[in-house]
């Protein structure tokens, strides 16, 4: 399951190896929510681990993330598996006005000549 969710970095950890192959990460967002803030702890995973490396704590931030949750001894864990940071408003570009004029400008029968049509290619007759 994918979400999203904007709020300000809090706290970044260490990285952890924590088996030979495995290395992990937690930072943690504030979302204000209510009277209340909220603070929400994310992980990264082996290569996602540096994603959060190129922002500062107080960055407001958008963050991806799947809802992940497993069973072990009887005992339940959620995690939060974060796969992609932005700062909030990167994640929607601004598209220029003049972009979609200029794509119309040129018109796609101009590449396929061979498909442009003409009124007497066609005979009133029905085909069936």
Not at 12 to 30: D, G, L, N, P, Y
Not at 71 to 76: C, K, M, S, V
Not at 98 to 110: D, H
Request: proline letters at 5%.
């Amino acid at each position: 399951m994918a979400f999203q969710v904007d709020g300000k970095l809090h706290k970044v950890f260490e990285t952890e190896q924590k088996s030979e192959k495995f290395r992990a990460r937690e930072f943690v967002i504030e979302i204000v929510d209510g009277n209340y803030p909220q603070m929400i702890k994310f992980q990264l995973t082996q290569d996602k681990c540096d994603l959060i490396d190129d922002h500062n704590e107080a960055d407001d931030i958008t963050v991806h993330f799947n809802l992940r949750g497993r069973e072990w001894n009887d005992r339940y864990f959620t995690n939060l598996d974060a796969w992609k940071i932005e700062a909030v408003g990167a994640a929607q570009p601004a598209r220029s006005a003049k972009a979609p004029a200029a794509a119309a400008a040129k018109a796609p029968e101009a590449d396929y000549p061979e498909l442009t049509a003409t009124r007497e290619d066609f005979s009133d007759d029905i085909p069936f």
